[in-house]
């Protein structure tokens, strides 16, 4: 339930933040400023996808942990969710998330908190020792009747 009200709050602000500008500008320029927004965006987010798939790759060649790239990743995918929804604040939110410098403090932020509630705990792991299977063979019986 409390879902469905901040979305329904969402396109009510909105609605509002279009009508306010439509009074401003006009119904065609504020028309053509979600239109370029939206594609401005999805130019974005073509390139910056890519950019991210790119650098997990890397880190996963490099064997080293990619948060930074999979938190990349995730804000690039919600900012393609923001993009295509309708409306001037859906589209700055996206295009401030798909700007790699504002996407870079925002996922600081993120992986500050993420670890500060981690709670990891350092550890040694060793190697287990191998252990031989065994085959047991169990001989068939025949009926010879």
């Known amino acids: 339930m409390p879902v469905l009200v901040l979305l329904l709050l969402a396109m009510a602000v909105e609605i509002t933040v279009l009508v306010w500008i439509g009074g401003l500008v006009g119904v065609l320029p504020t028309i053509l400023l979600l239109v370029a927004a939206?594609?401005?965006g999805g130019w974005l987010l073509r390139r910056e996808g890519a950019?991210?798939?790119?650098?997990?790759?890397q880190a996963v060649f490099a064997r080293r942990a990619p948060d930074r790239e999979v938190v990349d990743g995730m804000?690039?995918?919600a900012a393609g969710v923001l993009v295509?929804?309708?409306g001037l604040i859906s589209d700055v939110l996206a295009l401030t998330l798909l700007f790699p410098p504002t996407r870079a403090l925002v996922r600081k932020r993120l992986l500050r908190r993420a670890a500060s509630r981690a709670g990891v705990i350092d550890s040694i792991v060793v190697p287990a020792e191998r252990v031989e299977p065994t085959v047991i063979v169990i001989p068939e019986s025949r009926d010879e009747t």
Request: hydrophobic residues 70%; charged residues 5%.
């Open 84 to 86: 295509f929804v309708p």
């Open 51 to 57: 950019r991210a798939l790119g650098a997990l790759q």
């Open 38 to 40: 939206t594609l401005l």
């Open 75 to 77: 804000l690039i995918a």
